[in-house]
């Protein structure tokens, strides 16, 4: 049976919904300061129309986080380099990370209520697996180096929402300062010999 697609209303309402959502949030100091009823009322649709498209709070935030993130996930599964799959792993690596801090950076509101939701691991969310495997299996075509899922894991904990909004907020760290020391921790990382017994 084919899928049936949403009704034009049901579409507006999403959309209307989730812009109404991403500017509550930019808006706020904190995430969690934002409420079904906030965002209900800004998207000028009732409480239970955001309930029976998103189910609650935290699902309405991984909706906003996934349509944010859906043309960088599209780049890395299927598009040229430097972060589609086709490219050489050293310099795939780093292009990734770049692409996941620069991701949060210009959507550390919506990071922050996604790490803030607490309904589950970070670590478990479809999102985070989604990066990992990718950086994991570039990881993997380095010629010598093992520890690949420890060193995925160890090297996305430097792009956490909650990090990135320490160095910015209150460090005052630049973007450009905060890519250029994650590139070179990542090729510190890649070099070591660590990475390599």
């Excluded at 995430?31 to 079904?36: F, H, I, L, N």
């Excluded at 086709?86 to 210009?106: G, H, N």
């Excluded at 010598?144 to 909004?165: K, N, P, Q, Y």
Aim: net charge neutral; glycine share 8%.
């Amino acid at each position: 049976m084919p899928e049936r697609k949403p009704r034009a209303d049901a579409a507006r309402n999403r959309e209307a919904v989730l812009a109404a959502a991403d500017k509550l949030f930019a808006g706020r100091a904190s995430p969690g300061t934002v409420t079904m009823a906030d965002i209900a009322a800004a998207a000028g649709v009732g409480k239970a129309t955001l309930f029976r498209g998103f189910g609650d709070r935290t699902g309405l935030i991984h909706a906003l986080y996934e349509t944010r993130l859906a043309p960088i996930r599209i780049a890395t599964e299927e598009g040229a380099p430097p972060l589609g799959p086709t490219t050489p792993p050293l310099q795939r690596v780093p292009a990734l990370l770049d692409a996941v801090l620069c991701f949060k950076l210009d959507n550390r509101h919506l990071a922050l209520a996604l790490e803030g939701t607490g309904s589950d691991s970070p670590y478990e969310a479809d999102h985070y697996e989604r990066w990992h495997s990718t950086l994991q299996a570039a990881l993997e075509q380095i010629p010598g180096l093992t520890h690949s899922d420890f060193i995925a894991h160890a090297l996305l904990a430097a792009t956490r929402a909650d990090l990135v909004e320490h160095l910015v907020g209150a460090k005052g760290m630049t973007r450009e300062r905060m890519r250029a020391h994650l590139a070179a921790f990542t090729a510190r990382v890649l070099q070591s010999p660590v990475a390599r017994d």
